[in-house]
């Protein structure tokens, strides 16, 4: 009797079970939205690729997308006009320079909507070009209030037309601290295009009339960025987490430099590693290396100096400020520590690389 009942409860079971999983395959079992590349990626606009992939697809009656920035206070939806399965796309719209987005693409058929995972992207700052005395043109970028040179100075004139002088000779070098001189990289013009000139501070810091109006060295309605200017830069890179893999600190060297050119480094966050993901800011530093007061060549593809207008006050030394990015460095520098160890301080008789600056609303 026992075993009759123990039988039937088994047979009962069974046919529970039975119709439970005959019952679900009336139903959607494939559940697949997923966003598969956000591209053509602008300051302002993208477009979203999203893929369904739903059982019973013809109960579709609407497929989208919904997108803000990373708060996800201002969420905007749009519909694609087509349904079913498949691969559409959409374009985002109004989006701001510098700024992380999400998007997530979703379907709605008779049982409900279905969500794909956020797909998380950063659009770039805006770019332009700016011109020199000589006719070079360079790509620029505003970040923040500021807009910089994506690309080293490399003119051989002062924004008013005089040529600035070209010093080859490590002695002639040491000795051109009283005037303003340019050099190329190891004296060769090869490496113009990629890394742009070298200046002593003499060149940076010329005003024509001699100590009076502005500095002439940049061009006109640019300058060559104080410390304040570089500190701006600096602090809003950090506040916009520009930091690597998004940390709020000054660890944004990657986010600045370029992906090409600098030397290998196999410590994570680092310039050197993994430069694909290099120069989210669009800032693109070169490691252009330096000249030594004495006219020696030194760090090329290791480490980029690039020079502030301001002199250090109130010190013996020949000192003026500058800034440094290294490829085994997460950092950006923005004191002259480092080369006032290494050399005793007379940074003004160096041969640095120089960007230019300007404000904007």
């Not at 190891?186 to 810091?205: C, H, I, K, P, Q």
């Amino acid at each position: 009797m026992k075993t009759r009942l123990l039988s039937k409860s088994i047979l009962v079971l069974f046919c529970i079970s039975f119709f439970l999983l005959t019952a679900c395959e009336d139903k959607v079992d494939v559940h697949r939205v997923v966003v598969t590349q956000v591209s053509d990626i602008t300051a302002n606009s993208a477009l979203c690729t999203v893929q369904v992939d739903l059982n019973n697809s013809s109960k579709i009656v609407e497929r989208g997308i919904i997108y803000d920035s990373k708060e996800w206070k201002n969420q905007i939806v749009k519909t694609d006009a087509h349904g079913g399965d498949g691969s559409f796309s959409l374009s985002l719209e109004n989006l701001q320079p510098g700024t992380v987005y999400g998007v997530r693409g979703y379907a709605k058929n008779s049982e409900g909507v279905v969500y794909s995972t956020v797909y998380s992207f950063k659009t770039p700052l805006k770019e332009s070009t700016m011109e020199d005395v000589e006719g070079n043109v360079y790509k620029t970028i505003i970040i923040g209030k500021q807009e910089w040179m994506v690309e080293n100075l490399r003119t051989t004139k002062f924004n008013e037309g005089t040529s600035i002088s070209r010093v080859t000779a490590n002695g002639a070098w040491a000795g051109a601290n009283n005037n303003g001189a340019y050099c190329y990289y190891s004296n060769s013009a090869d490496n113009l295009e990629n890394y742009g000139v070298l200046y002593n501070w003499r060149a940076v810091n010329r005003r024509i009339p001699a100590g009076t109006g502005d500095l002439v060295l940049a061009p006109a309605g640019w300058r060559v960025p104080s410390m304040e200017d570089w500190n701006a830069l600096k602090n809003h890179l950090i506040n916009h987490l520009y930091g690597y893999q998004g940390v709020q600190d000054n660890v944004i060297a990657k986010s600045m430099a370029a992906t090409s050119l600098w030397l290998d480094c196999d410590m994570p966050g680092t310039i050197g590693a993994d430069m694909a993901s290099n120069n989210t800011s669009g800032f693109n530093a070169v490691p252009g290396g330096y000249r030594t007061e004495r006219g020696v060549f030194n760090s090329i593809n290791e480490k980029a100096y690039y020079w502030s207008s301001d002199a250090v006050e109130g010190v013996i030394k020949d000192i003026s400020y500058f800034v440094t990015l290294s490829f085994n460095s997460n950092e950006f520098m923005t004191d002259s520590k480092e080369f006032e160890e290494s050399t005793g301080g007379n940074s003004k008789l160096a041969g640095f690389s120089v960007r230019c600056v300007r404000d904007v609303e």
